[in-house]
Every structure is written in structure tokens, then in C-alpha cells.
């Protein structure tokens, strides 16, 4: 079974440009979620979905963070414009919809704002 | 609003020695817990995950963890570490099906 996959695994940007990370889930995961991790702290939820639908994004600065997942499988997660302080790894994970289910997670992106 | 706390930052052990890793919650209603694994260069992986049942719980590479109600406690265990158990290891625990992590503790395990 092919895991969660993320590109592009590295972006290095300047301060007030924009940014787009990509994420594919395992077959037939329903929800699908993005994490922010700040360097020496653990991830923290931005923003899940439920098929195409938005389920929580209560911490998603949404002045310059924007997410979507269209067809309800592939999302994308965008910046514009970046701070310095967006400097972090940008996880994908997902999971299937019974409720107690697992997340599995991608590589991540690894973003540092300049 | 729930959160988890990971007592140890950095861990140092010599292979061989044994391991507990602490973490605490705090919302003490119905929770799921997991511990997830990353080691380097590699994404984040579940060690091991408790939803009910049995407290004490195994999971992969002889780790083990026990819920503990009372204390608000799922911390894990493994008798003997391997070099290759170097990695940062994360506790997390559903609350309100949303999933909140630790800090994490870094672990270097010297040969």
C-alpha cells in the first residue's frame, strides 16, 4: 500500500512571496489533514477534512493560509504571503472516516521563509 | 482545551539500558493515545496506540506504554534499547477527534 506522498519535500522562499505544498492520501482515506511543525515542537493541526469537505480549521490563519481538496482526494495548502515566522515542516496525514482511526502521515515540506 | 506534556526533552542511554519516556494529558474524559515515532530523515510513524482494552499495550520493536486513568499517564517503556531506537518520539491524544501532539523527546542511543 503506497503511503501519503508530499511535494515538494524542500522550499526555500523570501518573506511576502507565495506558496504551495501538495499532498496525495493513501487510497481511500477520507480524511485528510495539515499540520504545521515548528522546529522543537510537535505538530499542530491547521485544518482537516472530511472528503472535500472542511471539518475543522479553527487554527488555520486564514488572513494568508488557504487549503483545498476539490475532488475529495488530492488538497493543496498555500501561504501568501509568507512570514519568516511560517518557517517550519508542513505535514499531511490521513486517515479513514470510522471515527477512531489512525492518521498516517507523509514526509512532510520542509519550508524556510527568508 | 487538551494538552500533553512530554517531561524529557533530550534522553541519552548506551544500548542495553532501559527506556521510559513520560507523558501526561490533560482532559480526562474519553481519550485515544498513541505514541508515534520519527526517526531521522523518515516521516512520522505510530509506535503504538491505545483506545480501550487492556492498559498495557505493545506495539511495534518491543515497545510497550500503559494507560493510567488515574494519572492521566501514557508513558512508554522498553526494557533494552537499540542504537537504532535514535529518533524524536511524539505522545499524542484525540480530543474532541482532534489530535494533540507533545513536544517530543529526543532520544540518542549511544553503541
Known amino acids: 500500500e503506497a503511503g501519503v506522498a508530499q511535494s515538494p519535500r524542500y522550499k526555500i522562499i523570501e518573506k511576502r512571496q507565495s506558496v504551495a505544498f501538495w499532498c496525495n492520501p493513501i487510497?481511500?482515506?477520507?480524511?485528510l489533514y495539515w499540520y504545521q511543525q515548528i522546529l522543537g515542537q510537535g505538530p499542530k493541526l491547521l485544518i482537516q477534512?472530511?472528503?472535500?469537505?472542511?471539518?475543522?480549521d479553527s487554527q488555520l490563519p486564514k488572513d494568508r493560509f488557504s487549503a483545498e481538496r476539490l475532488k475529495g482526494v488530492d488538497s493543496t495548502l498555500k501561504i501568501q504571503p509568507a512570514k519568516l515566522e511560517d518557517s517550519a515542516v508542513y505535514l499531511c496525514a490521513t486517515a479513514g472516516s470510522r471515527g477512531q482511526e489512525t492518521q498516517y502521515f507523509g514526509p512532510g515540506t520542509r519550508l524556510l521563509v527568508l | 482545551a487538551q494538552s500533553v506534556s512530554q517531561h524529557n526533552h533530550h534522553v541519552i542511554l548506551s544500548e542495553a539500558a532501559s527506556l521510559e519516556l513520560g507523558c501526561n494529558y490533560s482532559y480526562g474524559g474519553t481519550v485515544n493515545l498513541f505514541w508515534y515515532v520519527q526517526y531521522p530523515g523518515q516521516h512520522l510513524q505510530l509506535l503504538l496506540k491505545y483506545f480501550s482494552g487492556d492498559p498495557l499495550v505493545k506495539g511495534i520493536k518491543g515497545f510497550e506504554a500503559e494507560f493510567i486513568k488515574s494519572k492521566f499517564s501514557f508513558n512508554l517503556r522498553k526494557p533494552s534499547v537499540q542504537w537504532s531506537d535514535t529518533a524524536e518520539y511524539f505522545c499524542?491524544?484525540?480530543?474532541?477527534?482532534?489530535?494533540?501532539f507533545g513536544t517530543g523527546t529526543r532520544l540518542l542511543v549511544s553503541p
Open positions: 487510497s481511500g482515506h477520507a480524511t
Open positions: 477534512f472530511q472528503n472535500n469537505g472542511v471539518v475543522d
Open positions: 499524542a491524544v484525540t480530543s474532541f477527534q482532534k489530535l494533540v
